[in-house]
């Protein structure tokens, strides 16, 4: 069921014979909502139409930052697969060069391990020859050997061959420069590689004063006061890198 919705109006008219004449009449209420449906249909075509451009230009950017973002995407995998082929290049440029160093390494460190190992076998003779230099009193002799193979110059050898030319003398000399010359060069490019100097792993006292804190007695038969000269008969050994065992220099005592 549908209401009319009426309003009253007054309609004045004029004329001379009988002046102001005032009419009521009664005005349906459609007419004003045709108005007002018009005038809101306006404004809602109005709006549509700013709506639908904003969905318009809402839609453009969003293609435009859609074909932007699948260029950047593209332009992305592009560079990827440019650095997959760098580092697979890369890889297969420095495979064969870490191998080589590797085995370089390699081949260093057994060298070293022998040069080790002769060191401490030179060591060894140095103190099994002890007692046999000790009977000749050529004491002195043994320590320039030792001194030789610590820093070897031909001005100790000449003092060792003036002193003491016995077969003994002159095969300890030559194993001494034996391994200078074929085993000493490689454990000293091992040792520059590990950061470590020839003087940190080798040692020999100078001057020859005893220090029990640095030394130790060859024989335990003499007693050794700290502050007193002595021979230095063996080296002092230590390769931080190395399984060998760490050896302080051996020593006598000088009898005045």
């Known amino acids: 069921m549908s209401k009319n919705i009426r309003f009253y109006i007054a309609e004045e008219t004029y004329s001379e014979d009988e002046g102001s004449t005032i009419i009521r009449k009664c005005v349906d209420m459609k007419c004003f909502k045709r108005i007002i449906c018009s005038l809101m249909q306006n404004q809602f075509d109005e709006l549509n139409s700013s709506l639908q451009e904003l969905t318009k230009t809402l839609k453009d950017e969003q293609q435009s930052a859609k074909t932007r973002l699948e260029a950047d995407i593209k332009d992305l995998k592009s560079q990827?697969?440019?650095?997959?082929?760098?580092?697979?290049?890369?890889?297969?440029?420095?495979?064969?060069?870490?191998?080589?160093?590797?085995?370089?390494?390699?081949?260093?460190?057994?060298?070293?391990?022998?040069?080790?190992?002769?060191?401490?076998?030179?060591?060894?003779?140095?103190?099994?020859?002890?007692?046999?230099?000790?009977r000749l009193k050529k004491l002195e002799v043994l320590q320039t050997l030792v001194h030789f193979l610590y820093k070897p110059s031909d001005e100790l050898e000449r003092a060792i061959l003036s002193k003491s030319n016995d077969e003994k003398t002159i095969s300890i000399?030559?194993?001494?420069?034996?391994?200078?010359?074929?085993?000493?060069?490689?454990?000293?490019?091992?040792?520059?590689?590990?950061?470590?100097?020839?003087?940190?792993?080798?040692?020999?006292?100078?001057?020859?004063?005893?220090?029990?804190?640095?030394?130790?007695?060859?024989?335990?038969?003499?007693?050794?006061?700290?502050?007193?000269?002595?021979?230095?008969?063996?080296?002092?050994?230590?390769?931080?890198?190395?399984?060998?065992?760490?050896?302080?220099?051996?020593?006598?005592?000088?009898?005045?």
């Open 173 to 256: 000399l030559s194993q001494i420069k034996r391994f200078n010359e074929s085993l000493k060069p490689g454990l000293l490019s091992y040792l520059a590689s590990e950061n470590i100097g020839w003087e940190d792993c080798v040692s020999f006292p100078e001057p020859n004063i005893y220090n029990s804190a640095e030394m130790e007695p060859c024989t335990d038969a003499i007693e050794i006061v700290s502050g007193e000269p002595v021979y230095i008969v063996s080296l002092g050994l230590h390769f931080p890198n190395s399984n060998s065992e760490k050896q302080k220099p051996s020593v006598y005592k000088i009898n005045k």
């Open 80 to 134: 990827i697969l440019n650095l997959q082929n760098d580092v697979k290049s890369n890889k297969d440029r420095i495979t064969p060069l870490v191998t080589a160093y590797n085995a370089q390494k390699a081949t260093t460190f057994s060298k070293s391990k022998d040069a080790i190992d002769e060191l401490y076998t030179i060591n060894r003779i140095f103190k099994q020859q002890f007692s046999h230099y000790g």
